[in-house]
């Protein structure tokens, strides 16, 4: 077997960015289907909890050791927000008639969210891959905003909003809220193919399947 070695020029990776951003609203059905790209995101983070270690004691010493369950948490971070975000944010409008009057304070509407990071490396730079990321059921919590004077250095003011999904079944493993792709590893007419459905392609309508939904689409591009 050959020896193990480090740092080989164009396996040096990192990943950068965040860009394309899509929110998606379900429709009368309940499926993801209503999309709206998100221009204007300046970050997301994504802060899983849970997933610890509870250790159980029998007969004086450890017996046996159980992990909690794991919870899908992130932040959204932008300079600007799609309309149909507002819902999202409980926001609503003040009467129909008036479409720029708006009442917060309102019931939350769940939403799909997908966004693109940039895997870099040291011969292609940023042109080199990317990473997908999908994410399930979410729910934002309120956000703080700060208006500043302008002054000689004026910045723009920046949104963030934290929020958590909900699983969703994913067949043959764990129900989760977070999946992600990354093009160093998958077929490049798979990554073609999810960025076709998740941005849609002049033909078909952007949407967000589920992960079975998913998996079917994206076996069939691979072949």
């Not at 899983?48 to 948490?73: I, R, V, W």
């Not at 990354?182 to 399947?209: F, W």
Request: proline share 6%; net charge negative; charged share 20%.
């Amino acid at each position: 077997m050959p020896a193990l070695t480090w740092n080989e020029s164009g396996k040096r990776y990192g990943e950068t960015g965040t860009k394309m951003g899509v929110i998606y609203r379900k429709d009368s059905a309940g499926k993801y289907t209503i999309a709206e790209a998100w221009g204007g995101l300046t970050g997301v983070s994504t802060e899983p909890e849970g997933g610890e270690a509870n250790d159980n004691y029998a007969d004086d010493q450890k017996y046996l050791t159980l992990m909690s369950a794991e919870n899908f948490k992130g932040t959204i971070k932008a300079f600007d927000f799609p309309p149909s975000f507002s819902e999202c944010d409980g926001t609503a409008y003040l009467d129909d008639s008036l479409k720029g009057s708006f009442v917060t304070g309102q019931d939350r509407i769940p939403f799909g969210f997908s966004w693109v990071t940039t895997i870099v490396n040291d011969d292609k730079g940023t042109a080199f891959g990317q990473r997908v990321h999908i994410a399930y059921g979410c729910l934002a919590s309120p956000s703080s905003q700060e208006n500043s004077t302008i002054n000689d250095s004026p910045s723009l003011k920046e949104f963030s909003w934290s929020f958590t999904g909900t699983p969703v079944p994913v067949p043959g493993k764990k129900a989760s809220a977070y999946l992600y792709f990354d093009s160093r590893y998958e077929k490049p007419k798979v990554m073609q193919k999810l960025l076709e459905i998740l941005h849609g392609n002049g033909a078909t309508n952007a949407t967000l399947p589920t992960p079975a939904e998913l998996i079917t689409q994206l076996k069939a591009a691979a072949q």
